[in-house]
C-alpha cells in the first residue's frame, strides 16, 4: 500500500544521514515534481567559498531518490536506487541557499529517470542533473 507522503514523514526519514547533515530541507511537493533546498556554507563549501559540486549532486539525487520513492507503488516490497547521475555546473554560489526541483522525464515499472535544475537565490541556473533511478525488489 502506498504511504500518504508529506514533507515531514519524508524529511523525518532523512533525519541522521546526509540528507540532515548537509542542512538539505524539503520544502514542496506536488504531482509531477519535488522541491528543496539547501544552505551554501561551511557544509557545502569546497576550500576556495563557493558550492561544492558534490554538493549539487548530493542535492540533485536526494531530489529524484525521494520522488522515486513515491512513485512505488509497495515502498515496503521496492526500493529505488540511483543507477546513474550526470551534472553540469553553470554558476558558482558564494552564500545563501540553493533550490533543486525534480521532475520526470520516464517513470517506467523498472527505471525512472529525473531532470533537476538547481538555482540560487535570485533564480539563475546553477546546475542541470538527469538522475537514471532503478527500481528493484526489496531484500
Known amino acids: 500500500m502506498k504511504p500518504d507522503w508529506t514533507l515531514e514523514s519524508l524529511q523525518q526519514f532523512h533525519k541522521n544521514s546526509i540528507v540532515d547533515h548537509l542542512?538539505?530541507?524539503?520544502?514542496?511537493?506536488?504531482?509531477?515534481?519535488?522541491?528543496?533546498?539547501m544552505p551554501v556554507d561551511h557544509r557545502t563549501?569546497?576550500?576556495?567559498?563557493i558550492l561544492h559540486g558534490g554538493a549539487s549532486v548530493v542535492l540533485a539525487e536526494t531530489l529524484g531518490s525521494v520522488a522515486s520513492v513515491m512513485q512505488l507503488a509497495d515502498p515496503n516490497r521496492q526500493r529505488a536506487v540511483g543507477l546513474e547521475i550526470n551534472a553540469n555546473h553553470i554558476r558558482s554560489v558564494k552564500e545563501g541557499w540553493v533550490y533543486g526541483r525534480a521532475t520526470p522525464i520516464h517513470v517506467g515499472q523498472s527505471t525512472h529517470v529525473w531532470d533537476i535544475r538547481i538555482t540560487d537565490e535570485a533564480g539563475k541556473l546553477v546546475c542541470v542533473c538527469r538522475l537514471t533511478v532503478a527500481v528493484i525488489n526489496a531484500r
Do not use: M, S
Open 23 to 37: 542542512g538539505i530541507e524539503l520544502t514542496e511537493l506536488g504531482t509531477d515534481f519535488l522541491v528543496a533546498r
Open 45 to 49: 563549501q569546497q576550500p576556495f567559498g
